[in-house]
Nanobody
Framework: QVQLVESGGGLVQPGGSLRLSCAAS????????MGWYRQAPGKQRDLVAT???????NYADSVKGRFTISRDNAKNMVYLQMNSLKPEDTAVYYC??????????????WGQGTQVTVSS
């Protein structure tokens, strides 16, 4: 069974930075897409950024120029470097992997979420 675990969330002042990490464990043959999503209280879960196996990236307009997604294929990890944080970035951040597992099927897996709070 594949599990994803996020880390790196916390409380930061506006203008500050945080780096989120997400590690996958279990039997994984290939990871096609890694991504970060976020959900603020009372709102839907939205895309923040994705990165493909070909290292093509995609960002929500609200984070372009401030956030950077990267991946380490050898470690089955994805990172989100968040700079110039704003109060509106406050949310629970989730990682998501689309991967080929031991069942020989391509499935989506989600982490449990990590809280990011931007406040003075």
């Amino acid at each position: 069974q594949v599990q994803l675990v996020e880390s790196g969330g916390g409380l930061v002042q506006p203008g500050g930075s945080l780096r989120l990490s997400c590690a996958a464990s279990g039997t994984i043959f290939s990871i096609y897409i890694m991504g970060w999503y976020r959900q603020a209280p009372g709102k839907q879960r939205d895309l923040v950024a994705t990165i493909t196996s070909g290292v093509s990236t995609n960002y929500a307009d609200s984070v372009k120029g401030r956030f950077t997604i990267s991946r380490d294929n050898a470690k089955n990890m994805v990172y989100l470097q968040m700079n110039s944080l704003k109060p509106e970035d406050t949310a629970v951040y989730y990682c998501r992997f689309r991967l080929l597992g031991i069942d020989q099927r391509i499935n989506d897996y989600w982490g449990q979420g990590t809280q990011v709070t931007v406040s003075s």
